[in-house]
T-cell receptor, first 116, second 117 residues
Framework: NAGVMQNPRHLVRRRGQEARLRCSPMKGHSHVYWYRQLPEEGLKFMVYLQKENIIDESGMPKERFSAEFPKEGPSILRIQQVVRGDSAAYFC??????????????FGPGTRLTVL | AQTVTQSQPEMSVQEAETVTLSCTYD???????LFWYKQPPSRQMILVIR??????QNATENRFSVNFQKAAKSFSLKISDSQLGDTAMYFCAFMKHYTGTASKLTFGTGTRLQVTL
């Protein structure tokens, strides 16, 4: 059973370009979470999605950032018109369910975004 | 809002010794989960141990154990017989318990642990 997959692992963009980060959850998992880790800091929650629905986007910047988790295919975190401050590691996690042991979040390897 | 505080930015321990990493949290919730995650230089986040707040018994996973003090809102991680492979950043994390829906993790700022020979 493959773990959470993220691609690309490294992404370089120039200021003003768009960044698309992809996350394929573990097989059977329908809950996806995105976190951002700035250099030398802990992970900060961005958004929680369940197939086709955004459940909690309280950590998502209001502008330029969007996320989706379509019925088919991976979850996408999209950053438009990137700025240098967007440089960070972006982690995706998935869980099987919502309570008890099923709420354990399994993390992908992260995508390191560098904005030049 | 929940907060998680790790007051030790860096710690060092010799191989085979025991080390304890501190974590305190602030919440008004009565039902929640606490976690310790390890992030080695590869940056992969690895779950080390979890604790349900309603359980009085401290969780244990091989060489890793926790001291959960609910009234004090304290959740420390003890690593026994430290190994070189334990060198990593360790993050304490909090999750609210909801019925019927999942919840986000709130992380502390981390403790960098170095295991030396």
């Amino acid at each position: 059973n493959a773990g959470v997959m993220q691609n690309p692992r490294h992404l370089v963009r120039r200021r003003g370009q768009e960044a698309r980060l992809r996350c394929s959850p573990m097989k059977g998992h329908s809950h996806v979470y995105w976190y951002r880790q700035l250099p030398e800091e802990g992970l900060k929650f961005m958004v929680y999605l369940q197939k086709e629905n955004i459940i909690d986007e309280s950590g998502m910047p209001k502008e330029r950032f969007s996320a989706e988790f379509p019925k088919e295919g991976p979850s996408i975190l999209r950053i438009q018109q990137v700025v240098r401050g967007d440089s960070a590691a972006y982690f995706c996690a998935s869980s099987l369910g919502t309570s008890g042991a099923y709420n354990e979040q399994f993390f992908g390897p992260g995508t390191r975004l560098t904005v030049l | 809002a929940q907060t998680v505080t790790q007051s030790q930015p860096e710690m060092s321990v010799q191989e085979a010794e025991t080390v304890t990493l501190s974590c305190t949290y602030d919440t008004s919730e009565s039902n929640y989960y606490l976690f310790w995650y390890k992030q080695p230089p590869s940056r992969q986040m690895i779950l080390v141990i979890r604790q349900e707040a309603y359980k009085q018994q401290n969780a244990t996973e091989n060489r890793f154990s926790v001291n959960f003090q609910k009234a004090a809102k304290s959740f420390s991680l003890k690593i026994s017989d430290s190994q070189l492979g334990d060198t990593a950043m360790y993050f304490c994390a909090f999750m609210k318990h909801y019925t019927g829906t999942a919840s986000k993790l709130t992380f502390g700022t981390g403790t960098r642990l170095q295991v030396t020979l």
